[in-house]
């Protein structure tokens, strides 16, 4: 019996997430043979895609790794539509919850930002950026304009232009941001009223 294209892109995809998930944990071929028990050769073959991964090989990968083996093979989710909210910390402070679980041209965020001090640190990258305050003040420093954001504002910009955002008043503030990566802009449709 043939296997259904989505479960087979899922396993062709298996190879290439262990090896991700190797660099990113920092961990040698010997050091993770050393944690699982696995040979070297075998984890080798499985990042390479020589070898399929078996349950007995990915259980002891994914508690290495301290990551639900739904993770560690990228399985499709059915059923229930929730998305997991796993926060995480932004590099330069804060904390973000991908709202998004697919990797499409736009991603929605959460994020808490902190106090990050009175002086800008001005980026730019490729991208396009929609926030929305839900709690607090935002200080957006967008090129030549500092401007302060209460709850239910919104803003727009094209992150090639230098930006920065930092909590307006030293307590946290809480956005909502959509971001394109490839400067893709957020189209609304509305029902006018009538």
């Known amino acids: 019996m043939d296997k259904p294209p989505a479960y087979q892109a899922v396993l062709d ?4 997430r262990l090896r991700r998930m190797r660099a990113k944990s920092g961990l040698t ?3 993770l043979s050393e944690a699982t028990g696995i ?6 073959r499985l990042e390479s895609g020589q070898r399929r991964p078996s349950l007995e090989l990915l259980l002891p990968l994914a508690g290495a790794y301290h990551v639900p083996l739904d993770d560690l093979v990228g399985a499709p989710e059915v059923g229930d539509p929730r998305v997991r909210l796993t926060p995480r910390t932004m590099p330069n402070g ?3 919850v991908p709202l998004t679980r697919s990797p499409g041209p736009l991603q929605a965020y959460k994020m808490l930002i902190p106090d990050r001090g009175a002086e800008p640190e001005l980026r730019t990258h490729e991208g396009y950026e929609w926030l929305y305050v839900l709690d607090g003040r935002l200080r957006l420093v967008l090129a030549e304009h500092d401007l302060v954001l209460g709850p239910g504002e919104a803003a727009e910009f094209d992150t090639r232009l230098p930006h920065w955002f930092s909590s307006a008043d030293g307590r946290p503030v809480e956005i909502l941001s ?4 490839q400067g893709e802009r957020m189209h609304v449709r509305a029902k006018p009223r009538g």
């Open 13 to 16: 995809e298996v190879a290439p």
């Open 94 to 96: 804060g904390t973000f």
């Open 29 to 31: 071929l010997a050091a």
């Open 178 to 181: 959509l971001f394109g990566r």
């Open 39 to 44: 040979s070297k050769s075998t984890l080798s």
